[in-house]
């Protein structure tokens, strides 16, 4: 298949959600070390999700016979000061990577590219669940009176999927 500006953004968001998924690491990382092993988990948990979304991508590649190569990742950020900075930067990326799907989208549909569009579909709705749930991290992270209301709020409550949904592409190699 021919490179078309859809199957090279695509090729490019491959190489963003693996570095979502390296910075998620380095988020989580963070939070066990400030011995916040809810947080900690979460963010294990995301890093998972992000890495499955950059398979998804792959496969689809390879499902429609379109060259790409993977790209590598930018360094990530593994110091913070407060709670609410690595909260506020997952908020961030998934802001920008909502935009990126939104490029995506539009780009198969100005290409009538019915398959891409579609494929799509399911990261536009996967991104919706993104921001709220980073965006109700950070504001409980923002309201809570100690680290321990966060963690129990965490343990408490359902944040998000957990990347399950039976409507997921098929992840090349198999989702972990």
Known sequence: MTSTPFNSLLSTQ?????AASQQYIAVAT???N????????????????ERNHAMMMVQYMLDRD??????????????????????ALA????KEVTAAIEALFRAARSEDDALGEQFMLWFLKEQVEEVAAMTTLL??????????????????????????????????????
């Open 66 to 87: 379109i060259e790409f190569t993977i790209p590598g990742v930018t360094t990530v950020r593994n110091d913070f000061s407060s709670v609410t900075e690595p909260l």
């Open 14 to 18: 491959i190489g963003n959600e693996f």
């Open 30 to 32: 963070w939070f066990a």
């Open 139 to 176: 504001n409980i992270a923002e309201r809570a009176d100690n680290l321990f209301d966060i963690e129990n709020f965490i343990a408490r409550e359902t944040v998000g999927n957990g990347g399950r949904d039976s409507s997921a592409p098929e992840t090349a190699g198999g989702a972990l």
């Open 34 to 49: 400030q011995d916040l092993p809810q947080l900690a988990r979460y963010f294990y948990r995301q890093s998972v999700e």
């Open 91 to 94: 908020l961030e990326q998934e």
